[in-house]
């Protein structure tokens, strides 16, 4: 029985069968991974149970077979090393709990590819919010032999990021997934719908003449409004999944703006605290609750972001942000939030050389 050619051209096929069926794992026990990524964390049966998961999958990886037969291996061996695990006189009730709970799901585990599936759900919300300055994009998935940002699991489990080659003036484009699968956990996993919603929020739909990574508008505001679409969106993309997307897409907030000693991160940064002041400033101005007010911020980004004009204008836009905010930004923000004027109108303002 031979293996058939991954549906990522840039796989080799043992990674990819690596790649699959953690996926696959990790998505039959969707509703359960965030109390796994927790316990997972501690030396105990749980940890234990999740190592004899890893050693499967690399096991089940290096045989040539097809995608349905890698996952039912791997299922079938895990499923072993849980009732082992699940013998043990001395295994607290909660560990107990969780550990039949996975065994279970994990026996619902196919060999469809979780990742496009996400990413399906992720491009179909993307395309209704951009209509029609969507760009369609492919999904690539790369393979990379370490961290994303060079850290240690423990405080970054996050071994995946996404970045989106420049369209220019296509109306394709393309998401990149790149992931160190060797060290692709459940955090991970959890955090592939926010790290696919940053890259078509922010980037796909994209009307400037250039990229870079650290625009305070691109990597900043928009980044603040694809954190505010992943919560309105995660229970439509999967609602299994929802929770631990959400929890993950938070945590993988705190590990990036932790990060002010890079341009992205300080970017990031600033852009995050323009949209605040934009916050406060709906709140106030029109007395929006909380959730009215961040769709205001977020829908102004996107608004900002079909806009056909110089990157430079948007972040000096972004730049101008803050409370008080200038007499005559406040004045055209009132005639964009009011109709009376369209987005570009927020861009005039003279730029510095
Ligand atoms: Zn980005």
Known sequence: MRGATPPYADLEPRIWRNLLARAAIYHATRTRLS????????????????????????????????????????VAAWDRALAEKLGLKQLDEAARRLLEELQVLARCASGKDPIHQIFTGVTSLASALY???????????SHIRSHPRGALLPTDPYAVSARTPWPGQNDKSAVELLVFCDAFGPAAYAAVPILFIHECVCHVAARQDQVKNDSAFAEGLLDWAAYFFLDMWAGRIDSGLSGAARTHARELRHVLTRRTDTPEGRARQLGHRAAETLLSWFEETYGYGSHDAALRVSILAVKLNQVERPLREKDHFVSRLGAPLPP???????????????AEALLVAPVPA
Request: glycine letters at 6%.
């Open 328 to 342: 005559d930004l406040e004045k055209v923000l009132k005639g964009w939030s009011e109709n009376r004027l369209d």
């Open 131 to 141: 209509g029609s300055y969507w760009r369609p994009p492919t999904l690539v998935v």
């Open 35 to 74: 109390v796994l990524c927790d316990m997972v964390r501690q030396p105990g049966a749980v940890q234990g149970a999740f190592n004899d998961l890893e050693i499967q999958v690399m096991e089940c990886a290096a045989e040539d077979v097809d995608d349905e037969t890698t996952v039912s291996r791997v």
